[in-house]
């Protein structure tokens, strides 16, 4: 049994967010994190891993600085971590970088008792998509917003945390679970853990591995095979000063909920 993850290198959007003069993100001026839901991720499977004795497989699609976060993730415990990286792989929406992503877990190999682990949402990009799409095209069940796992033979106990509250989903592998914050706290690198991570294995998949594979073809994949396309991108317009009702009566409440109700918030 293995967990495979996918983890995703974002700019850090809690500190300054750099926009270029042309409305696109300035990503090489603002500094690269692990995606937060990924880390989550990462430590359900170490948790896993630390229970039932399984090996933890990580996966990124980026450019190959992105070999940096790799070794990070072996140095709280990751066992191997592939690399996708191609220009070919470049400008993909999320379909094609599902497309890529799922080629390149079925080339690793993906057996009947595995896990794929994906984070909810990518603080970036933002759309919470590339998890069910992946699970789409590797033709597995998936469960979204996983707060706990249990496992228990090929039988995964997930708890699906709602907005309203949760639903208890029973999943056999092998599956695709999308992880939040409220699985776990993630853990540090440790120290023995940074001086090994140099030596741990790096696969990369690059172009020529993945070309011969049944998702991968050039209307698949890249800014061609994306049948999104971003036609403008701003930032949005500061929000003009508020707005002070008089009055703390029913007829200023009817007031706030009548202007709230023309905005269509409530
Ligand atoms: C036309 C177009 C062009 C684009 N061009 C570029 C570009 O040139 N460069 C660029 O960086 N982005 C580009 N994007 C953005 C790109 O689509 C997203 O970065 C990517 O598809 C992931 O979507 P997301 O960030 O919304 O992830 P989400 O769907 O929110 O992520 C959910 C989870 O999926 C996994 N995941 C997502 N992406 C990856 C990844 N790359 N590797 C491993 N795991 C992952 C993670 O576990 C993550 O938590 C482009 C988008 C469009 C529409």
Do not use: W
Not at 137 to 154: C, F, M, N, S
């Amino acid at each position: 049994m293995k967990i495979l993850v996918t983890v995703k290198q974002v700019p850090d959007t809690s500190g300054k967010v750099a926009v270029k003069e042309d409305g696109t993100l300035d990503r090489a001026s603002m500094q690269t994190i692990i995606n937060p839901d990924d880390l989550n991720a990462i430590e359900a499977a170490l948790t896993l891993k630390d229970r039932l004795g399984c090996k933890v497989v990580a996966f990124t699609m980026g450019p190959p600085p992105a070999e940096g976060m790799l070794r990070e993730l072996m140095a709280m415990g990751v066992d191997e971590t592939v690399l996708i990286t191609a220009r070919e792989f470049g400008g993909s929406d999320t379909y094609a970088t599902s497309q890529i992503i799922a080629a390149a877990i079925d080339t690793y190999g993906l057996e009947e008792e595995d896990i794929v682990l994906a984070g909810r949402q990518a603080i970036d990009g933002d759309t919470a998509q590339v998890g069910p799409q992946i699970a789409e095209k590797l033709h597995i069940p998936q469960v979204t917003y996983a707060g706990d796992i249990e496992k228990d033979g090929r039988t995964l106990t997930i708890k699906r945390i709602l907005e309203d509250g949760y639903m208890t989903i029973k999943v056999k592998t092998p599956c695709l679970i999308t992880c939040i914050k409220e699985l776990n706290t993630p853990r540090y690198m440790t120290v023995l853990g940074t001086e090994e991570c140099f030596d741990m294995p790096l696969h990369i998949m690059d172009y020529n591995t993945l070309k011969d594979h049944p998702l991968i073809d050039a209307t698949t994949i890249g800014l061609k095979g994306s049948p999104t396309n971003i036609y403008k991108s701003f930032t949005p317009p500061q929000k003009g000063a508020g707005m002070m009702l008089e009055g703390s009566g029913k007829e200023t409440a009817k007031q706030l909920v009548s202007i709230l109700t023309d905005k269509h918030i409530i």
